[in-house]
């Protein structure tokens, strides 16, 4: 079977005859423009001969053309450093502007993809990395404001939201008529240690809809971020996997497996096994993962980035594995 096809298997919900796997991460400096950001990621495929191919931008991307200033410190994940936030006070969310996502940093990011689908297409399902309105608000005023705003200024989030929905369905479109077959939706704010269920449903779900309502032609991969997650909350969004850290934070990989039908992208702790441990003891856990699945509507992977230093061993270790080796 190719790539692409164990994927739709998987997502269908069946055990293909090879499990699929795919590891992702940043490309720090690389991804400041799109053909440098296209090569890494083009490179990385052909060395590991991933079944999925997650294009991962810079950090915050979608907040440049907002006035989100960043830059990269020595970091063992990837990431900028925010040095200076468009939202300082709560009328800064009325005056965000509709952004032209054909420019600016949007229109990089699209400009990689094409560069990255022609290359790889026909081989493999490549996904854009794409952030929850409600993640995208939190970085652009910072954690503690974005709640702060969400609980004493509720209206003028909202408004900023709305503006942040309809700028990022516009690029989820961009990208889909660039040639990318999905998009890897991440939100990063379905957490209690930030918010309550209430909030989110109301804050959180209602953006991400609009959102996601733009892809439905392609394969959707959501990713939810940190610990104490809301992972039922998900459970009806309209998407083909589901991805968490399920080595760090509930549910375990077996009670998923139970609880929803949906594709599972899960498996190996990204920061402690596959960048510290050994070639075996990622084996291990990724055979451990498959066995609690069964095979059955899964995808080995980590539940986010994984560390730029990982060493390529365990990379190796971790594909093979799952391929049965």
Excluded at 82 to 91: A, G, S, W
Excluded at 104 to 112: D, S, T
Excluded at 114 to 119: D, E
Aim: with cysteine.
């Amino acid at each position: 079977m190719s790539h692409r096809d164990i994927i739709e298997a998987a997502a269908r919900g069946e055990r293909p005859e090879r499990i699929p796997v795919s590891l992702w991460r940043h490309f720090p400096g690389e991804d400041q423009r799109a053909e440098k950001l296209a090569q890494a990621h083009i490179a990385f495929y052909r060395a590991f001969d991933v079944d999925l191919l997650k294009v991962t931008p810079a950090s915050g991307y979608y907040g440049d053309d907002w006035g989100l200033r960043a830059g990269y410190k020595s970091n063992r994940e990837g990431v900028r450093t925010y040095t200076e936030r468009p939202i300082k006070k709560p009328t800064d969310w009325e005056r965000l502007r509709r952004l032209d996502v054909s420019q600016g940093a949007y229109g990089r990011e699209a400009q990689a993809i094409r560069l990255v689908t022609k290359a790889v297409g026909a081989e493999v399902h490549v996904l854009e990395t794409v952030f929850s309105p409600l993640t995208i608000a939190r970085t652009l005023a910072g954690e503690q404001a974005s709640v702060r705003y969400l609980r004493e200024d509720p209206e003028a989030l909202h408004s900023g939201l709305q503006v942040i929905a309809e700028v990022t369905r516009d690029f989820v479109r961009s990208v889909m008529a660039a040639g990318v077959d999905g998009i890897f939706f991440a939100t990063q704010m379905a957490t209690t240690d930030l918010l309550t269920r209430e909030e989110y449903e109301e804050f959180g779900r209602p953006y991400d809809l609009q959102v996601l309502e733009a892809a439905t032609t392609g394969l959707i991969f959501l990713h939810i971020h940190g610990v104490h997650i809301m992972f039922d909350l998900f459970a009806d969004y309209p998407v083909h996997v589901l991805n968490w850290h399920a080595r760090e934070t509930p549910p375990k990989i077996a009670d998923a497996r139970a609880e929803i039908n949906t594709c599972l992208a899960c498996g190996i702790d990204a920061w402690n096994t596959l960048a510290k441990g050994t070639p075996d003891a990622v084996a291990a856990e990724v055979r451990d993962a498959v066995a609690q699945t069964e095979g059955r509507g899964h995808i080995v992977t980590t539940g986010c980035v994984m560390p730029i230093d990982t060493p390529e061993a365990n990379i190796r270790a971790a594909i093979a594995a799952a391929r049965g080796g």
